[in-house]
């Protein structure tokens, strides 16, 4: 990779461009900073030499990105011909006509083979309106070597309480090892996705059937509490600042006796090349609390789409076929391995025998099928969505929320101050939206 891509690549806020000469059309797409897009953008010079088409890239932190793409989509601003969102976003700015339609790709891409879960979620009134670049659900990633030494060996089903006590037996302060590693990083889709499904796997859930908050119930207080407990005492300093990808790294440094999180971090961890503890991982279901039926995994996508305002959709639609197609996905595991292909969207990867002896792999798909958007918690909800709740005001209310939590996760409020503000934030927002 050249100097300029791994500036590209690696830069919170770049435009760059991987045209080498001046092409035909040029397409901007903006794309998150995790290691499949970055890896896509490795290979982009072939696409623009088999179409003529140039590729800028905005490459940006998970939360910035979701910023920007909604307010350019929102405010018609025009910035960009491709965007990377995901199963939030996708069926609300389909319905709102914000979104091309992606339901006259060929023959060759083959719509069908893309995993119904994705397909789903990704979809309104039965119409496609963006292509899975790879698809995740959580898992627990652990350290074998470690839970061996604490005489323990991990369930492939665990609950919170076994996690506990594996977190408290890994614990070495001493030798700079965390016990456990997860997410407390304020946004809706960052610390928020987390605590949002650790709550589910208690009992808990963000309304009831009248759209009322349910801060206030015992469900949500035993979740929270468990968290910033387990956290401070078994989790690195200043957790609430870290996201998906601080806590790869801390995990690849082997600072992490275990790791809850995107299923598509597997390939990360168990890369030689990147992480110093490749050879001694492990992987697990994402935990429940004892009595409860409901796990603390997700459902997700970081898919391509076209934001209606492009002048650029032909193009737009060619590269999308191009890097989500069956054919990438062969590109990758040709140069760098079958381990290393973006997985989680298309039924075809998982029937094919090199990549379901990844030991990851079997594990991804497990908990891919496990997660149910459609019933994600023990009582009923008006809502769909696992991590979130698909409707347009949870965006901006959910951020709020982890906001509170993160400063309970400080120690700057406690979990009750923390519960009884969401509380308040929520249903304040509910009634103004008009669903109370």
């Not at 369930?155 to 408290?168: M, S, V």
């Not at 379901?356 to 149910?372: C, E, K, N, W």
């Not at 005001?393 to 309970?408: D, K, L, P, R």
Request: net charge negative; proline share 5%.
């Amino acid at each position: 990779m050249s100097l300029k891509r791994i500036l590209c690549a690696t830069t919170a806020l770049t435009l760059c461009s991987t045209a080498a000469f001046a092409q035909d059309t040029t397409i901007t797409i903006a794309t998150v900073n995790n290691g499949d897009m970055i890896r896509m953008q490795g290979y982009t010079d072939q696409f623009t030499a088999e179409t003529g088409i140039g590729v800028e890239w905005v490459t940006l932190e998970e939360n910035v990105l979701r910023q920007r793409v909604t307010t350019d989509i929102t405010t018609k601003g025009g910035q960009f011909d491709i965007m990377t969102i995901g199963m939030y976003e996708t069926p609300i700015w389909g319905a709102n006509g914000w979104l091309v339609p992606l339901d006259d790709l060929s023959a060759d891409y083959d719509v069908d083979d893309i995993l119904p879960a994705m397909r789903g979620g990704l979809s309104h009134d039965g119409t496609l309106y963006a292509a899975p670049f790879y698809g995740e659900s959580s898992m627990v990633m652990y350290r074998t070597d470690l839970m061996e030494a604490a005489g323990l060996e991990m369930p492939e089903a665990p609950t919170w309480q076994f996690i506990r006590e594996a977190a408290a037996a890994m614990d070495d302060p001493e030798n700079g090892v965390n016990g456990i590693c997860l997410r407390g990083k304020p946004g809706w889709g960052e610390g928020g996705a987390f605590i949002t499904v650790t709550g589910n796997s208690f009992g808990a859930r963000w309304f009831d059937e009248e759209w009322n908050a349910q801060f206030d119930q015992p469900q949500w207080a035993e979740a929270l509490n468990f968290y910033v407990n387990l956290m401070n005492d078994y989790g690195p300093d200043g957790y609430e600042t870290n996201g998906f990808n601080e806590n790869l790294s801390l995990f690849q440094q082997g600072l992490c006796g275990m790791w809850i999180d995107a299923t598509v971090a597997a390939s990360f961890v168990t890369n030689p090349n990147d992480s110093e503890v490749a050879d001694s991982v492990g992987f697990a279901l994402a935990p429940n609390s004892e009595g409860v039926e409901k796990r603390s995994n997700w459902l997700w996508a970081w898919a391509l789409a076209i934001p209606a305002g492009t002048q650029k959709a032909d193009a737009a639609k060619q590269f999308i076929e191009w890097a989500t197609s069956k054919d990438y996905i062969e590109l990758v595991a040709e140069n760098e391995g079958w381990a290393n292909v973006p997985p989680g969207a298309r039924t075809s990867l998982y029937e094919n025998p090199n990549y379901i002896s990844v030991p990851f792999a079997q594990m991804t798909l497990d908990s891919i099928l496990a997660a149910d958007p459609n019933n994600p918690t023990v009582d009923p909800v008006p809502y769909v969505g696992i991590q979130f709740a698909a409707i347009p005001e949870f965006a901006g209310i959910a951020t709020e929320v982890s906001q509170e939590f993160a400063a309970a996760y400080a120690g700057q409020q406690s979990v009750e101050e923390a519960l009884e503000k969401a509380q308040a934030i929520t249903n304040e927002a509910m009634e103004a939206a008009g669903y109370r």
